[in-house]
């Protein structure tokens, strides 16, 4: 029954399974017959001795198929010999013997034993034509077919061995063994997992049976398992027969230790490792499950949850598949080779290791000799066969590793970025080429994900950076303001040091500067550059900043101060109109020259108009060059970030500036920021007509 059911189930895989092109019809109907010829030996055998028409034609049906799966293995041969004589003898002489054991005693007269010499001739001749026609499927089949059929082959001709063996032993003792007549449905059930394999193998086949690595690694734990129990219990039963009075002591004790040694075997993860490396090569065409590997490379990568470095997290990612369990990780630093620096691959992380190793300078004649080959290593075998590596010379730091490690370069773009080396692998010395190509292919992943990764902390830095040189550009920039102001004073000490207006004036310009200073080293310990924004007169605005300048040449006139408000830092947006009043100073003559500094406003709008008389710009270098952080026609005095950041702070407060200028016919700057009313909130927007455009442009309150 047993054997029924195995053929029976792989028959149904071979139905449903298969592909529709894969010509597994003669494996299906053998495996199918096999299953009803096995249902049919109990009902068969009466009285321990098998009926003998009923099981003539059972048993001529099982051969014919198995002959007929033979005959689909021969290669297409153009000689009749080779090729049609074995398919017609797979359906001829099952109907021969057939016919002679059912017809013989009526035609010509042949007694029972007559009739049963006749099957066991016909039986031996079909056995030896089956051996036959395997021996030439495998030998004319193309070397590269070979290693696929060969478990086909093998299993069926275990087939038509045992009957060659069953019916020799018949012919030579004159009768049919009973015993070895029942065994036959058992041993038959041997081959099927050879049927199983093999169908997979063969490409003309190619099986879509699909069993799980997880499920024969298991599989494979728990039958090596029943055996090892099995021998050690015979083994137990002999101690105990020959042990006199200390036999069952002697078989209680063989026994616990046994097990003993069974769960420490099975507990080993080199044995588990081996024996996975074992099944991946003898019962799977692709030593790899290569989805799974990939969707634990990712799984790993990802999980972030430990707290892990991404480093770490890729060193165990390759570990998982090479069963390591430490290592450490070197990528290229991109910063090196400048500034009188080596270039070197920089230490990353470590795991489980108690040594770990620092910088590996680039020109290391290890790092020259991975560059070149670009191979996965493993040092074991560089140890075993020094002359398939060359010139490779193994740095002495690689013993704190432990007695072998596996080296993989980790390569993006044709060059080694990034190292990794790993201890106590245990895929073997040797490596092969799906070994290789796994772990390449993993390194080239890991090298990507590392370097963006390097990418981003080095973008994150240099943001930092950035943000940090503005701001101390920024803090320059006013400083430099705040010395000329106080330069200015100095300047004048010797000339009116007896006028109480000048002294007073000083005094007022010093107290402002050091105010000034205090907000200024506030902010910096703040991070920020500007204070918090509130409800600012912009006439008291511009008329601070008109007294701060008034020391300048042309001085300054006040125009239109319409009581307008917006939301802004005073003190910044003192700074920021002082900055352009200075910049007018500077475009004027200092006798003839006028600068003008009102306060405008049209509907929703509200802003500063500074105008003067000056040189003044042209269009191009309005757009290109007046904002353009650190681009200045001051020459050393100029840092080239007033006008910048008048802009950007004027923007961040939700305004526009505005620049009208013509070479010789002077500068128009406009700030202009949302107006708020009486009560500080923003002024309901209105539609602006013509009019109200033309006042703003203008410059007319």
Same mark, same amino acid.
Request: aromatic residues 8%; neutral net charge; contains cysteine.
């Given at each position: 029954?047993?054997?029924?059911a195995?053929?029976g189930?792989l028959a149904?895989?071979?139905?449903?399974?298969?592909?529709?092109?894969?010509p597994?019809?003669?494996?299906t109907?053998?495996c199918l017959?096999?299953?009803l010829?096995?249902?049919?030996q109990?009902a068969?055998?009466?009285?321990? +001795?098998?009926?003998l028409?009923p099981?003539?034609?059972?048993d001529?049906?099982?051969?014919?198929?198995?002959?007929w799966?033979?005959?689909?293995?021969?290669p297409?041969?153009?000689?009749?010999?080779?090729?049609r004589?074995?398919?017609?003898a797979?359906?001829?002489l099952?109907?021969?013997?057939s016919? *002679?054991?059912?017809?013989?005693?009526?035609?010509a007269?042949?007694?029972?034993?007559?009739?049963?010499?006749l099957?066991?001739?016909?039986?031996?001749?079909?056995? !030896? $034509?089956?051996? !036959?026609?395997?021996?030439?499927?495998?030998?004319?089949?193309?070397?590269?077919?070979?290693?696929?059929?060969?478990?086909l082959v093998?299993a069926a001709?275990?087939?038509?061995?045992y009957d060659?063996?069953l019916f020799?032993?018949?012919?030579?003792?004159?009768a049919?063994?009973?015993?070895?007549?029942?065994?036959r449905?058992p041993?038959?059930?041997?081959?099927i997992?050879?049927?199983?394999?093999?169908?997979r193998r063969?490409?003309?086949?190619?099986?879509?049976?699909?069993?799980?690595?997880?499920?024969?690694?298991?599989?494979?734990?728990l039958?090596?398992?029943?055996?090892?129990?099995?021998?050690?219990?015979? +083994?137990?039963?002999?101690?105990?027969?020959?042990?006199?009075e200390?036999?069952?002591?002697l078989?209680?004790?063989?026994?616990?230790g046994?097990?003993?040694?069974l769960?420490?075997v099975?507990?080993?993860?080199d044995?588990r490792?081996?024996?996975?490396?074992f099944?991946?090569?003898?019962f799977?065409?692709?030593?790899y499950?290569y989805?799974?590997?990939?969707?634990?490379?990712? %799984?790993v990568?990802?999980?972030?949850?430990?707290?892990q470095?991404?480093?770490?997290?890729?060193?165990?990612?390759?570990?998982?598949i090479?069963g390591?369990?430490?290592?450490?990780?070197?990528?290229?630093?991109p910063?090196g080779?400048?500034?009188?620096?080596? *270039?070197?691959?920089?230490l990353?992380d470590?795991?489980n290791l108690?040594?770990?190793?620092e910088?590996?300078?680039?020109?290391n004649?290890?790092?020259?000799w991975?560059?070149?080959?670009?191979?996965?290593?493993?040092?074991e075998?560089? %140890?075993?066969r020094?002359?398939?590596?060359g $010139?490779?010379?193994?740095?002495?730091?690689?013993?704190?590793?432990?007695n072998?490690?596996?080296?993989l370069?980790?390569?993006?773009?044709?060059?080694?970025?990034?190292?990794?080396? @790993?201890?106590?692998?245990?895929?073997?010395?040797?490596?092969?080429?799906?070994?290789?190509?796994?772990?390449?292919?993993?390194?080239?992943?890991?090298?990507?994900?590392?370097?963006?990764?390097?990418?981003?902390q080095l973008?994150?830095?240099?943001r930092?950076?950035?943000?940090?040189?503005?701001? $101390?550009?920024?803090?320059?920039?006013? @400083?430099?303001?705040?010395?000329?102001?106080?330069?200015?004073?100095?300047?004048?000490?010797?000339?009116?040091?007896?006028?109480?207006?000048?002294?007073?004036?000083?005094i007022?310009?010093?107290?402002?500067?050091?105010?000034?200073?205090?907000r200024?080293?506030?902010?910096l310990?703040?991070?920020?550059?500007?204070?918090?924004p509130?409800?600012?007169?912009?006439a008291?605005?511009v008329?601070? *900043?008109?007294?701060r300048?008034s020391?300048?040449?042309p001085?300054p006139?006040?125009?239109?101060?319409?009581?307008?408000?917006v939301?802004?830092?005073?003190?910044?947006?003192?700074?920021?109109v002082?900055?352009?009043?200075r910049n007018?100073?500077?475009?004027?003559?200092?006798?003839?020259?006028?600068?003008?500094?009102?306060?405008?406003?049209?509907?929703?709008r509200a802003?500063?108009?500074?105008?003067?008389?000056?040189v003044g710009?042209d269009?191009?270098f309005?757009?290109?060059?007046?904002f353009?952080?650190f681009?200045? $026609?001051?020459?050393?005095?100029?840092?080239?970030?007033?006008?910048?950041?008048?802009?950007?702070?004027?923007?961040?407060a939700g305004?526009?500036?505005?620049?009208?200028?013509a070479?010789?016919?002077?500068?128009?700057?406009?700030?202009?920021?949302?107006?708020?009313?009486?009560?500080?909130? !923003?002024?309901?927007?209105?539609?602006f007509?013509?009019?109200?455009?033309?006042?703003?442009?203008?410059?007319? +309150?």
């Amino acid at each position: 029954m047993v054997s029924a059911a195995g053929f029976g189930l792989l028959a149904g895989f071979l139905l449903v399974w298969r592909r529709r092109q894969a010509p597994v019809g003669p494996l299906t109907a053998a495996c199918l017959i096999t299953a009803l010829w096995c249902l049919g030996q109990p009902a068969l055998i009466n009285d321990g +001795a098998p009926s003998l028409a009923p099981t003539v034609l059972l048993d001529m049906l099982r051969a014919g198929a198995w002959l007929w799966f033979a005959g689909s293995l021969l290669p297409p041969s153009g000689i009749w010999l080779e090729g049609r004589l074995f398919r017609v003898a797979a359906i001829g002489l099952p109907l021969v013997v057939s016919a *002679a054991v059912l017809f013989g005693p009526a035609i010509a007269g042949i007694d029972p034993a007559g009739v049963q010499q006749l099957f066991v001739y016909g039986s031996l001749a079909i056995a !030896v $034509t089956g051996l !036959v026609m395997l021996e030439q499927a495998y030998r004319n089949a193309p070397t590269e077919s070979r290693w696929g059929m060969k478990l086909l082959v093998i299993a069926a001709g275990a087939v038509f061995a045992y009957d060659l063996f069953l019916f020799s032993h018949a012919l030579l003792f004159g009768a049919i063994s009973i015993e070895k007549w029942v065994m036959r449905g058992p041993a038959n059930l041997l081959v099927i997992p050879l049927l199983v394999i093999g169908a997979r193998r063969y490409q003309p086949m190619d099986l879509e049976v699909f069993v799980s690595r997880h499920v024969v690694f298991f599989s494979a734990t728990l039958v090596g398992a029943g055996l090892y129990l099995v021998m050690m219990a015979l +083994a137990g039963y002999y101690l105990r027969a020959i042990g006199g009075e200390w036999g069952p002591f002697l078989q209680a004790a063989f026994l616990v230790g046994a097990m003993i040694l069974l769960a420490v075997v099975l507990l080993s993860g080199d044995v588990r490792g081996r024996m996975r490396v074992f099944l991946a090569k003898h019962f799977y065409a692709n030593k790899y499950d290569y989805r799974d590997q990939w969707l634990g490379l990712t %799984r790993v990568l990802a999980d972030d949850a430990g707290g892990q470095t991404l480093a770490r997290r890729a060193m165990r990612a390759v570990a998982s598949i090479a069963g390591c369990s430490g290592g450490a990780l070197w990528m290229y630093d991109p910063r090196g080779g400048s500034n009188g620096r080596p *270039a070197e691959y920089q230490l990353i992380d470590h795991w489980n290791l108690d040594e770990r190793s620092e910088a590996i300078v680039a020109e290391n004649p290890f790092i020259a000799w991975l560059n070149e080959r670009q191979w996965v290593i493993n040092t074991e075998d560089v %140890r075993q066969r020094p002359e398939v590596y060359g $010139t490779l010379a193994l740095p002495d730091w690689l013993a704190g590793f432990g007695n072998s490690q596996l080296i993989l370069p980790l390569l993006a773009e044709g060059r080694l970025c990034g190292l990794m080396i @790993l201890r106590e692998p245990k895929l073997g010395p040797r490596l092969d080429y799906e070994d290789i190509d796994l772990l390449k292919t993993a390194g080239s992943q890991l090298a990507a994900v590392l370097r963006q990764y390097q990418a981003d902390q080095l973008l994150s830095e240099g943001r930092q950076f950035e943000a940090y040189n503005r701001l $101390t550009a920024f803090l320059m920039h006013d @400083l430099k303001n705040l010395i000329a102001q106080q330069s200015l004073v100095v300047r004048n000490a010797a000339r009116h040091k007896h006028d109480p207006e000048f002294v007073d004036d000083a005094i007022e310009t010093i107290d402002n500067s050091v105010k000034r200073m205090e907000r200024l080293l506030e902010q910096l310990r703040q991070g920020r550059l500007s204070g918090t924004p509130e409800r600012v007169n912009l006439a008291r605005v511009v008329a601070d *900043a008109v007294s701060r300048h008034s020391g300048g040449r042309p001085l300054p006139e006040l125009g239109g101060l319409d009581d307008l408000y917006v939301r802004a830092d005073p003190e910044a947006l003192t700074s920021v109109v002082g900055h352009v009043i200075r910049n007018a100073q500077q475009a004027c003559d200092a006798e003839c020259g006028r600068v003008t500094v009102s306060v405008i406003g049209a509907g929703d709008r509200a802003g500063v108009q500074i105008e003067d008389n000056g040189v003044g710009m042209d269009a191009a270098f309005i757009q290109d060059r007046l904002f353009q952080p650190f681009d200045t $026609t001051k020459g050393s005095q100029g840092m080239g970030i007033g006008a910048y950041q008048v802009r950007e702070f004027v923007e961040q407060a939700g305004g526009q500036v505005h620049v009208q200028s013509a070479p010789g016919q002077g500068t128009v700057f406009r700030l202009c920021f949302p107006s708020l009313d009486v009560r500080g909130q !923003v002024a309901a927007a209105t539609e602006f007509d013509e009019s109200h455009e033309r006042k703003l442009s203008d410059g007319i +309150a």
